[in-house]
């Protein structure tokens, strides 16, 4: 069984996944190791991620070291049905259609999950959810998971917490090959390509707001200064709002933000960000988009109940007209690099892929061994793949000498 729009849109989606291909020299070598080593052999793997090109190689990978891989998706905007329809072909279950109900969206996760997977892939924590709620049965399975970002982890973390997390997780988004430069560069990059590409409007010379100045939030900011903006950044947490002001941005709060904001950015993980009395004070025309994992950071129950109309007048942009001005939100508020763009680079996401492949290897080999916490990525995969990553741009470094070695332990 699958559900997936159009099993004809598959070329597209093959040419997609051979363009990733191309760009993903680590993934290449741990596929070469997989297909030699089946080292997930007979296994099943349950995928909760953004379906695109990237993830999709992902999934190739792991089906080539022998997992029985299931596809689903982490957010009901960002499913490409063309790869969709390629994993489909490739032999693969897929749950994911563009642009599903909330309702049918968690279907399809529960549907991944009733394949039974031992080892899986959660990128925002809707699939560990449901393994602690209504798919609580199947829980007692599991070996253990991989989440793929802030928002999952720090879901997995209140759980554990709680003394409530049911199986072994590891935080691939806290290994330093994958948030230092996905969810900084990456971000910054596909974030500002969503938005250029939906909008065509210019960034130089616009007062371009970022909420929140963690890891994505540093590189939306960084990036949109070099395309010419100024750019000012909300924070709750003093010392990153020390950080933004040594970068060279303006520190504000989110009120005195909103009538100044030209563009606005979200990148949280936070809900309720941007509300009713900010949209009041907005310039007419202000565009907003959000880059946190859930759409809650922007709200759409105030925007809605504000305007006396509102309506999607461009692809990905909805028009909420509020007393004489008209404001625009990007994406319906959600991952506007995911939903209104392709994501991040696939020379970024080679990288934090990698660290999901090694994971879900590590998980399958050591899950024994493991408890029901949240564990860090061992460090010695973070070695490999950073090590790896050099090797293909053909960069060397320096080693320690014995002396230098002993010097630094005295
Ligand atoms: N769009 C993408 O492709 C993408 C990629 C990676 C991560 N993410 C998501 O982006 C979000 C942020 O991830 P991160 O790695 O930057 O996290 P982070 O923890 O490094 O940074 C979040 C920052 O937001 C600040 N913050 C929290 N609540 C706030 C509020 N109400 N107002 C202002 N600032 C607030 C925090 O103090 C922190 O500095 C998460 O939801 C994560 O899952 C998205």
Request: hydrophobic share 40%.
């Amino acid at each position: 069984m699958s559900v997936i729009k159009d099993k004809s849109l598959k070329d597209s989606g093959y040419k997609k996944i051979d363009w990733v291909k191309r760009h993903m020299p680590l993934l290449n070598s741990i596929e070469q190791d997989f297909i030699k080593e089946k080292p997930l052999d007979g296994l099943n793997v349950s995928i909760s991620i953004h379906v695109e090109a990237k993830t999709a190689y992902m999934a190739e990978v792991l089906a080539a070291g022998g997992a029985n891989v299931t596809v689903t998706g982490c957010n009901p905007l960002s499913t490409q049905d063309d790869v969709a329809a390629a994993l489909y072909d490739c032999g693969m279950e897929v749950y994911a259609v563009h642009g599903v109900s909330d309702e049918e969206y968690f279907k399809h996760i529960g549907a991944a999950l009733d394949t039974k997977p031992s080892v899986f892939i959660d990128d925002g924590g809707d699939l560990v959810e449901a393994l602690h709620g209504e798919k609580r049965e199947l829980a007692d399975s599991i070996w253990g998971g991989s989440e793929e970002t802030t928002t999952g982890v720090m879901r997995l973390r209140a759980k554990e917490k709680a003394g409530r997390l049911l199986f072994p997780m590891i935080s691939a988004n806290d290994a330093m090959c994958k948030h230092l430069f996905d969810n900084r560069y990456g971000t910054g990059q596909s974030v500002w390509d969503g938005i250029n590409r939906t909008t065509n409007l210019i960034v130089a010379g616009k007062n371009v707001v970022v909420a929140g100045y963690g890891w994505c939030g540093r590189g939306c900011a960084m990036r949109a200064k070099g395309m010419g903006a100024k750019v000012f950044v909300c924070e709750i947490d003093a010392v990153k709002a020390i950080e933004a002001v040594m970068d060279g941005f303006e520190v504000l709060t989110m009120d005195e933000a909103a009538e100044i904001g030209d563009v606005f950015v979200t990148v949280t993980g936070c809900k309720d960000v941007i509300t009713k009395h900010h949209f009041e004070k907005m310039k007419n025309g202000a565009i907003m988009a959000n880059a946190g994992h859930f759409d809650v950071e922007i709200s759409k129950p105030d925007l809605e109940a504000l305007s006396s109309s509102f309506g999607e007048i461009k692809p990905n942009i909805t028009e909420y007209k509020i007393g004489g001005k008209s404001l625009y939100l990007l994406a319906e508020g959600r991952l506007v690099n995911l939903a209104a763009g392709d994501g991040h680079p696939a020379e970024i996401m080679d990288m934090s892929f990698a660290i999901q492949t090694m994971s879900v290897r590590y998980l399958a080999k050591n899950h024994a061994f493991l408890e029901n916490r949240v564990y860090l990525v061992p460090p010695e995969i973070d070695e490999y793949v950073a090590r790896l990553k050099l090797k293909t741009w053909g960069k060397a470094i320096d080693s320690l000498t014995p002396e230098q070695k002993e010097y630094i332990s005295k």
